[in-house]
């Protein structure tokens, strides 16, 4: 038996909690036992990020955890996400978790909101890479080899053409001023396609990139091995 504690990881599919993942196993911070996502039932895809339930099960698999989809309505509203994640947790905490690992770096607001949301629960929150320097931070993990996509971006503080495009150097040195190399303001989403966890990339392509709501998706497709 682990002498860490049996943990979910809040999974978006983005490289922050992908490195939230890596943080926990060379640290020794959780045992991580699930990946815990909530899909967007309408399209079965990641909220916010797109991400396709195809390339969250490539994940999951690559990791060696298994998945904890828990299915949104469309359109969902504040109360409709804290019914099903009441669900969710009640569901976790018979299965003997006790801890949750989540990816967020400085957002005081929504730190305050998940701990206020599992208080009471029996479920504890981490996170590991809260209060780094997000500069420092990225180049960590690029330089530990987790290779993300831009999935998701916000046009009015980044150009429409870093939809799809790799998340490394060369978009770091392209972001306007201003612009968090984490993304973690909104700026943009990622999916993670690789990294020191991953015993080899998920294969993939990008296809169509769209305006929806406000913001430019780009598909990110896994494709099969051959």
């Known amino acids: 038996m682990s002498a860490f504690p049996r943990a979910a990881l809040s999974w978006s599919s983005g490289k922050d909690c992908a490195w939230s993942l890596h943080a926990c196993r060379t640290e020794g911070l959780a045992d991580v036992?699930?990946?815990?996502?909530?899909?967007?039932s309408a399209f079965?895809?990641?909220?916010?990020?797109?991400?396709?339930?195809?390339?969250?099960?490539?994940q999951a698999a690559a990791l060696g955890l298994p998945l904890t989809a828990v299915p949104l309505p469309w359109p969902c509203s504040n109360a409709d996400?804290?019914?099903?994640?009441?669900?969710?947790?009640?569901?976790?905490?018979?299965?003997?978790i006790t801890h949750v690992v989540f990816g967020d770096l400085f957002l005081e607001d929504v730190r305050a909101y998940r701990e206020a949301q599992l208080e009471g629960t029996g479920l504890t929150p981490i996170f590991p890479?809260?209060?780094r320097d997000t500069r420092t931070l990225a180049d960590e993990m690029l330089?530990?080899?987790?290779?993300?996509?831009?999935?998701?971006?916000?046009p009015s503080r980044v150009p429409e053409s870093f939809?799809?495009?790799?998340?490394d150097a060369d978009l770091l040195a392209d972001l306007p001023p201003g612009v968090d190399p984490c993304g973690e303001n909104g700026e943009f989403h990622t999916v993670v396609v690789d990294g020191p966890d991953f015993p080899a990339p998920i294969r993939h392509t990008t296809?169509?990139?769209?305006?929806?709501?406000?913001?430019?998706?780009?598909?990110?497709?896994?494709?099969?091995?051959?």
């Open 129 to 131: 890479l809260w209060g």
């Open 33 to 40: 036992a699930t990946l815990l996502t909530t899909v967007n």
């Open 143 to 154: 330089l530990g080899g987790l290779r993300a996509r831009i999935a998701t971006c916000d």
């Open 163 to 167: 939809a799809g495009r790799m998340w």
């Open 81 to 96: 996400y804290e019914r099903a994640m009441e669900g969710a947790v009640a569901a976790l905490v018979a299965d003997g």
């Open 44 to 58: 079965d895809r990641v909220a916010m990020h797109g991400t396709r339930r195809a390339l969250l099960e490539a």
């Open 207 to 226: 296809g169509e990139v769209v305006t929806r709501d406000g913001f430019v998706y780009a598909d990110v497709i896994p494709t099969a091995r051959v």
